[in-house]
């Protein structure tokens, strides 16, 4: 596919510079394609992960529709009725929400081309609880337009609420949660219900991100090389915050569970994670003589994020991934 370049960077610049949120950017499908096919693409990794962190759970959506809202190319959607086909999420049909007419075009078209079975809407539901999933919107809305988006949640079953790994994202992120909290339990990346850890004093620097792994086509493909030479972008880099929340009550965790947020700081004998339980977030120290194997796994970032420890004082003695 012939991409138009100068579009694509256009676009991209609208997002880096947080002034995407001014006007409907989608000029056409031309521009939704490239889209598609590019950054979208780079989108549905991020919540293959996400989808893949809840499996470690054994989390499954709630029965009733699914609204993505804000949808762009509907990848949020086709990613979702993909990681839960078979389960009957979704069956009651798929809504889609965004600013842009020509954009929920694009993806209702994306959607039934993909899921001929899939009964497609536009909007939202007016009565009936739904999934509702949301991705890469908050650098587009002001606090005015969050307010609203938060009146939508406060309807939903469920939330799965994906955004770029930035401090920024992050930390409105958690704000939204801690307003949806006492209606909704935290399921992922949270393993509690508590006030977030991040809040307290001494994490101003701090921020609740992730990455998600980059699949070996964008070392291998010529299309993506290429593209991530004239963008300018690390296509091995992709990371996120995400939040997913649900009215039902989540089976209890394992004693000792804690998620890893940020990135492992590694040397030459040790390694110095950042971990969150109910307790806050906290600084712990694992030493590579404690698990050699694990060590050298968590130096190629193949460790899970979700862990169970044994402690004592802020050294890890014992670590599996769950």
Known sequence: MEYDWNSLDELRTTYLEGTAGKADYWSGDTLLAGYDATFARRIAWKWQFVFGELARLNWTPPAGPVVDWGCGTGVAAREFLTAYAGTGAGKDGVWLHDRSSKAVRFAAAAVRREFPGVNVNLGVPVEERFTLLISHV???????????????????????WVEPGTSAASQRLVQAREKLRETFHPIAPCLHRERCGLLAAGHEQDWCHFFAPAPNEVYTDAEWVRFGRVMGIDLR??????????????????????????????????????????????????????????????????????????????????????
């Open 138 to 160: 908050l650098t587009e809305l002001n606090d005015a337009a969050l307010a609203d988006l938060l009146k939508l949640v406060e309807r939903a079953a469920a939330v799965i």
């Open 237 to 322: 880099s992709l990371p996120l915050s995400y939040l997913v929340l649900d009215r039902r009550v989540p089976a209890p965790r394992p004693e000792g569970a804690v998620r890893l947020v940020g990135r492992r700081r590694l040397y030459k004998g040790h390694a110095l994670l950042d971990a969150c339980d109910a307790s806050g977030v906290h600084e712990r120290r694992f030493t590579k003589r404690t698990d050699p194997a694990l060590f050298r796994s968590m130096n190629k970032h193949r460790t899970s994020t979700l862990q169970q420890w044994t402690l004592e004082g802020n050294e890890v003695t014992s670590l599996k991934e769950l």
